[in-house]
């Protein structure tokens, strides 16, 4: 079910335009893919659990962790294009079966991309 997400939204001028930078896989194989799997449920608690005043500009584009481009890369970086793409509402805190999901799909996206790097 993720990777058919993930592939659809791979097709998407916008979404299929990000990828791993060098940076990125450096830090992965720094910290590795446990680590930023911890990280990124963190990151999402913070960011996403509730509708903050600045969605859809709290995610940055260019940063050294993983997780935010992967985030841009499937529609999992602000409460509007959790709506939008995976139909999750907007208006209610996540659920931490939702934050679960959330961050499975950025992990597996992460995953992808680094195995294509090697």
Same mark, same amino acid.
């Given at each position: 079910?993720?990777?058919?997400?993930?592939?659809? %939204?791979? /097709?998407? @001028?916008?979404?299929?335009?990000?990828?791993? !930078?060098?940076?990125?896989?450096?830090?992965?194989?720094?910290? $590795? %893919?446990? /680590?930023? @799997?911890?990280?990124?449920?963190?990151?999402? !608690?913070?960011?996403?659990?509730?509708?903050?005043?600045?969605? $859809?500009?709290?995610?940055?584009?260019?940063?050294?962790?993983?997780?935010?481009?992967?985030?841009?890369?499937?529609?999992?970086?602000?409460? $509007?294009?959790?709506?939008?793409?995976?139909?999750?509402?907007?208006?209610?805190?996540?659920?931490?079966?939702?934050i679960g999901y959330i961050v499975k799909?950025?992990?597996?996206?992460?995953?992808?991309?680094?195995?294509?790097?090697?």
């Amino acid at each position: 079910m993720i990777d058919n997400l993930l592939n659809s %939204l791979s /097709k998407s @001028k916008f979404r299929g335009s990000f990828h791993l !930078n060098n940076k990125m896989i450096g830090y992965i194989n720094e910290k $590795g %893919l446990d /680590k930023i @799997k911890s990280d990124t449920y963190d990151i999402i !608690n913070k960011r996403l659990k509730v509708k903050l005043p600045n969605d $859809g500009k709290q995610t940055p584009m260019r940063q050294v962790h993983p997780t935010f481009i992967a985030q841009h890369a499937t529609g999992t970086c602000c409460r $509007g294009c959790l709506y939008k793409i995976h139909h999750i509402d907007d208006e209610k805190e996540l659920t931490e079966e939702e934050i679960g999901y959330i961050v499975k799909v950025i992990t597996r996206w992460i995953e992808v991309e680094y195995v294509k790097s090697k």
